[in-house]
């Protein structure tokens, strides 16, 4: 499974940005997609995540200003990414978490795309 990221830049704070993933490849069964996040120094942390079916999940430092959507038709995650702040800079990262391929069951992760926020 690929994972194709796009939509990451430059903004300032308080400005928006749409992530989009795509996944294309061998794909079996899709299951839950997601985004994370690593910015200098620190681990990385789940942003965001949606289950096949629709439920989300976001970290408490993005609720209210990201919402995840997946159009399953297309394999494809998009992150809206509104009311910026300086500490959202990092590159995110798009997640497929147990996916089902002709080789089983595995997570894939994008290249990753980079987001900063100017103050």
């Known amino acids: 499974v690929q994972l194709v990221e796009s939509g990451g830049g430059l903004v300032q704070a308080g400005g928006f940005l749409r992530l989009s993933c795509a996944a294309s490849?061998?794909?079996?069964?899709?299951?839950?997609m997601g985004w994370y996040r690593q910015a200098p120094g620190k681990q990385r942390e789940l942003v965001a995540a949606i289950a096949r079916g629709g439920s989300t999940y976001y970290g408490d430092s993005v609720k209210g200003r990201f919402t995840i959507s997946r159009d399953n038709a297309k394999n494809t995650v998009y992150l809206q990414m509104n009311s910026l702040k300086p500490e959202d800079t990092a590159v995110y990262y798009c997640n497929a978490a147990g996916w089902w391929t002709m080789t089983g069951r595995k997570d894939y992760w994008g290249q990753g795309t980079q987001v900063t926020v100017s103050s």
């Open positions: 490849g061998s794909i079996l069964s899709p299951n839950a």
